[in-house]
């Protein structure tokens, strides 16, 4: 079978979805995360857009080895540039540009007519070549721009050096005949397609919920690259979701006659971890990997399940990642078995990373008297959360109750190991928690989403709390867990106002301070 590249922008157009920003730590981990899964090109990052993404592109760049490293940039000289410079130290590197081409675009954007727009992509791929010999192009809105003028530039494209054509339905407007017929007809009228063994590429957005099967569409096509995210995670709607893309194409493989790098056991630890990095929630009828997508509470489908699975599941649960049974540890349990199933379930810790979380297994299994998959993945992402951290949580005391007034008083170790303490009250005890740890920290946010659920089952289930803090327009999101949910909440609190302080001290450059 023909293989079709994976080509990741998680950590790009996933991390655009409002809310999800990602601290370097975070993105550096992710990163590793999908070199695992068996991505072919991870889209690390826009490297102009601000310091910390440049850093964090240079620093993926250094630490991953086994897929291609992608910078995006537009047509403009110092995009280009940065890109450049952020992927310059990859094994294998990519810089992907992309100038609009659709009428719609043309006169409300770039105000340029067709002629000075190709000028623009080939000067634009010469200077990109000068850092990398693979050069992606994508014709941004392709799936509204005239066929004609598609055609023109994507042969302007080849013939200046891209190695690669994206033809993106940028704002999720095609329909899968259509979508699918633009690459059929880009391959029967360019002979130069296949004269120099260019890679053409899909990427979709689900704005009409059709990004999956817009994606299928360019694969049966022609597309030997498919541009998506995890969980479907981006702008607006979102992306091609990777597991459903992945999980079609081997499912399905009588019908579409091709094979992925993709190691599909990773897909669901991957998932995981991109959602709670991110904070973005994945809906219980997610296809693939939401929580319902391998359950069954009809009597007629439990009936037949247990006569013969393949009656009511087209696709093993084991084969996406997803545990057959829930692994029982204890406060008995050594190391050894800690470490295998904390591997087991997709993670990579250093030795200091597994013995701080190991320390606070412990303590759960003492508070606990079983500790399941879900407690293990929850306590290893919120170890990953603490790990940056400006402040942590050292003791909190909070008195509630009828008639009296709800008051805490909560003690902080900051950066330099010294402690901090403040008491404040508040309408309620989540309420006077956050208002001592903005006295303590000096951050002052808005609270605009709060959410609280078990992480496994039984009355002394590990409790999480997710929140959502906003601060000159920009969101960020927090996560929280222990057996306390008035300690879950402190450090979901904690979490998010750690994490826009290491955003504010790495994003100094922005687009428009660059002149952009």
Request: charged residues 25%; contains cysteine; negative net charge.
């Amino acid at each position: 079978m023909e293989s079709v590249r994976i080509f990741d922008t998680t950590l790009r157009d996933g991390e655009q979805s409002p809310g999800a920003t990602l601290t370097l730590p975070e993105k550096v981990e992710v990163a590793r995360q999908l070199e695992l899964l068996g991505v072919d090109i991870i889209e690390a990052g826009f490297p102009v857009s601000s310091t910390g993404d440049f850093e964090s592109v240079k620093a993926i760049s250094s630490q991953i080895t086994a897929s291609t490293i992608c910078g995006l940039a537009r047509c403009i000289p110092l995009d280009i540039e940065r890109a450049g410079k952020a992927v310059q130290h990859a094994k294998k590197s990519r810089i992907h540009i992309f100038c609009a081409t659709s009428k719609i675009h043309r006169e409300h954007k770039l105000r340029k007519g067709k002629e000075d727009i190709i000028k623009l992509a080939v000067d634009s791929i010469h200077q990109a070549l000068q850092y990398t010999p693979d050069v992606e192009f994508s014709p941004e809105d392709a799936s509204r721009t005239e066929l004609d003028f598609l055609e023109e530039i994507t042969h302007a494209a080849i013939e200046a050096g891209a190695t690669t054509i994206n033809l993106p339905d940028t704002v999720g407007y095609a329909t899968p005949k259509g979508y699918g017929g633009i690459f059929s007809h880009m391959i029967r009228k360019l002979p130069i397609i296949r004269e120099k063994n260019i890679i053409l590429s899909s990427h979709c957005h689900d704005d009409l919920g059709m990004a999956v099967a817009n994606s299928l569409a360019a694969i049966e096509n022609g597309a030997r690259q498919v541009e998506c995210t995890i969980n479907g995670i981006g702008e607006r709607a979102g992306n091609a979701a990777l597991e459903e893309i992945v999980m079609a194409l081997r499912t399905r493989s009588d019908f579409y006659q091709v094979t992925t790098r993709i190691d599909a056991t990773k897909i669901y630890p991957t998932s995981r971890m991109v959602s709670s990095l991110t904070g973005l929630v994945v809906q219980r009828n997610k296809a693939i990997i939401g929580e319902n997508a391998f359950a069954h509470e009809s009597g007629i489908h439990q009936d037949g399940i247990l006569k013969f699975r393949e009656t009511y599941e087209i696709m093993d649960p084991a084969h996406v990642g997803i545990p057959k049974s829930s692994l029982v540890l204890g406060k008995h349990s050594g190391r050894h078995a800690f470490r295998d199933r904390v591997v087991q379930l997709g993670y990579t810790l250093t030795d200091e990373q597994l013995e701080s979380a190991f320390t606070r297994f412990k303590t759960l299994a003492d508070k606990k008297k079983e500790v399941f998959d879900e407690d293990i993945e929850a306590l290893v992402d919120d170890q990953l959360e603490r790990n940056h951290s400006l402040w942590k949580l050292t003791s909190l005391q909070v008195v509630a109750g009828t008639n009296a007034i709800p008051t805490a008083t909560v003690t902080l170790t900051d950066s330099n190991g010294q402690q901090i303490q403040d008491a404040s009250v508040g309408d309620g005890p989540v309420d006077a928690i956050y208002s001592a740890i903005q006295r303590l920290t000096g951050v002052k946010v808005n609270l605009t989403d709060y959410r609280i659920r078990a992480v496994s089952r039984g009355k002394d289930a590990q409790g999480e709390v997710q929140i959502e803090l906003e601060h000159s327009g920009r969101k960020i999101h927090g996560r929280g867990l222990s057996t306390d949910i008035l300690e879950a909440s402190a450090l979901a609190y904690l979490a998010a106002v750690n994490r826009l302080r290491n955003l504010a001290d790495r994003e100094q450059l922005t687009l428009s301070e660059a002149n952009v």
